[in-house]
Antibody, heavy 118, light 109 residues
Framework: EVQLVESGGGLVKPGGSLRLSCAAS????????MNWVRQAPGKGLEWVSSISSSSSYIYYADSVKGRFTISRDNAKNSLYLQMNSLRAEDTAVYYC???????????WGQGTLVTVSS | EIVLTQSPATLSLSPGERATLSCGAS???????LAWYQQKPGLAPRLLIYDASSRATGIPDRFSGSGSGTDFTLTISRLEPEDFAVYYCQQYGSSPPLTFGGGTKVEIK
């Protein structure tokens, strides 16, 4: 069974940092592109970042470029999102999802809530 | 960047009725790489349709997708109580950003 489990969310002050993790199981993690998608309270889905299976290709939404860094450790079946210089508008539930360019997001984690507030 | 516009924003229907949801793209979606997701409150999105018209694993056949180029449609032939939710389209065929539409809420009339 494919499982994606996010962790690392919480309350952080504006300007602070947070690192999200996504633990994958039930599939060959190293064969798939992975993504972070976020959803602000009461709002729609926003794609944040994608990373290819071997980390050769990395993409970011303009809203997070230069502040967020996506990475993965295929030996640990894990995906990460390092978030720096956090702003109030980064407050959202962050989901990791399997898929990417040319493939739909077929599995999603349960999400982890990030709240940026003083 | 491809912008996806979903309409209507809200669809008020009764169980058993047919639902037709639209997704328009600002430019042609490459290879019909268009997906539809269902999201219920407090839960993660679930993939329903990919490649514009292929049903994902385990999705009932009352859900169908159609379209190509810039115009896509999700149809739910007969609404079941569990189908009342928010639906999003997404394109994954062009270089990122892999954009989502703004969503259509299907609510009970």
């Amino acid at each position: 069974e494919v499982q994606l489990v996010e962790s690392g969310g919480g309350l952080v002050k504006p300007g602070g940092s947070l690192r999200l993790s996504c633990a994958a199981s039930g599939f060959t993690f190293s064969s798939y592109s992975m993504n972070w998608v976020r959803q602000a309270p009461g709002k729609g889905l926003e794609w944040v970042s994608s990373i290819s299976s071997s980390s050769s290709y990395i993409y970011y939404a303009d809203s997070v470029k230069g502040r967020f860094t996506i990475s993965r450790d295929n030996a640990k079946n894990s995906l990460y999102l390092q978030m720096n210089s956090l702003r109030a508008e980064d407050t959202a539930v962050y989901y990791c999802a399997r898929g990417g360019r040319d493939s739909p997001f077929d599995y999603w984690g349960q999400g982890t809530l990030v709240t940026v507030s003083s | 960047e491809i912008v996806l516009t979903q309409s209507p924003a809200t669809l008020s229907l009764s169980p058993g009725e047919r639902a037709t949801l639209s997704c328009g793209a600002s430019q042609s979606v490459s290879s019909s790489y268009l997906a539809w997701y269902q999201q219920k409150p407090g839960l993660a999105p679930r993939l329903l349709i990919y490649d514009a018209s292929s049903r994902a694993t385990g999705i009932p056949d009352r859900f169908s997708g159609s379209g190509s180029g810039t115009d896509f449609t999700l149809t739910i032939s007969r609404l079941e109580p569990e189908d009342f939710a928010v639906y999003y389209c997404q394109q994954y065929g062009s270089s990122p950003p892999l954009t989502f539409g703004g969503g259509t809420k299907v609510e009970i009339k």
